[in-house]
């Protein structure tokens, strides 16, 4: 069955940066784009990256232009999230998505969170 | 960017009843749309996609319909199961963005 794991997340200083990890499997990782989406606590959801099966286009929301990296391992079925510059306003739940057809996110890990805080 | 207004942001129904939450986009997306629920501490689930289909697995009284700028999700009737949040997303442009939710509760 499809499943995807994150892992990464924690406490660090505004300024620090952070490395997020989701691990797939139960399903074919190198033909499907993947996504990042994250929830403030008690908050709403805001997408925030989009990388493309091959790596050939990504995306990402205003807010972490220039601070946030998405990238994948297709050999090891490994999505990443490279975090710099980090703000009080990342805190939030981070989760990874398979992308499905529409672009809609058909599977969704269970997130890992990170939490902006001196 | 596309935004997503939600109505309403809360309502409270009873098991059995018809639910119907509204999605409205700031410029037409066409059929563009997703429909997710998500319950309390755990990770949101597709229910509906291109704004009318639904995802395999997903029980048939949830259904979607609307084009557009205007979606609406249809519970037809409430199950002890449907109370939690949904929320609808636009798939059309990026930034890919979502409304902001509407938390269905028990009367």
């Known amino acids: 069955q499809v499943q995807m794991v994150e892992s990464g997340g924690g406490v660090v200083q505004p300024g620090g940066s952070l490395r997020l990890s989701c691990a797939a499997s139960?399903?074919?990782?190198?033909?499907?784009?993947m996504h990042w989406v994250r929830q403030a606590p008690g908050k709403g959801l805001e997408w925030v990256a989009f990388?493309?099966?091959?790596?050939?286009?990504?995306y990402y929301v205003d807010s972490v232009k220039g601070r946030f990296t998405i990238s994948r391992d297709n050999s090891k079925k490994m999505l990443y999230l490279e975090m710099n510059s980090l703000r009080a306003e990342d805190t939030a739940l981070y989760y990874c998505?398979?992308?499905?057809?529409?672009?809609?996110?058909?599977?969704w890990g269970q997130g890992t969170l990170v939490t902006v805080s001196s | 960017d596309i935004q997503l207004t939600q109505s309403p942001s809360f309502l409270s129904a009873s098991v059995g009843d018809r639910v119907t939450i509204t999605c409205r986009a700031s410029?037409?997306?066409?059929?563009?749309l997703a429909w997710y629920l998500q319950k309390p501490g755990k990770a949101p689930k597709l229910l509906i996609y291109?704004?009318?289909t639904l995802q395999s697995g997903v029980p048939s009284r949830f259904s979607g319909s609307g084009s557009g700028t205007e979606f609406t999700l249809t519970i037809s009737s409430l199950q002890p199961e449907d109370f939690a949040t949904y929320y609808c997303?636009?798939?059309?442009?990026?930034?890919?963005?979502f409304g902001g939710g509407t938390k269905v509760e028990i009367k």
């Open positions: 997303q636009q798939v059309n442009n990026y930034p890919l963005t």
């Open positions: 990388v493309r099966d091959d790596e050939s286009f990504k």
């Open positions: 998505a398979k992308s499905w057809n529409d672009r809609s996110f058909d599977y």
């Open positions: 291109a704004a009318s």
């Open positions: 139960g399903f074919t990782f190198s033909l499907y784009g």
């Open positions: 410029q037409g997306i066409s059929s563009s």
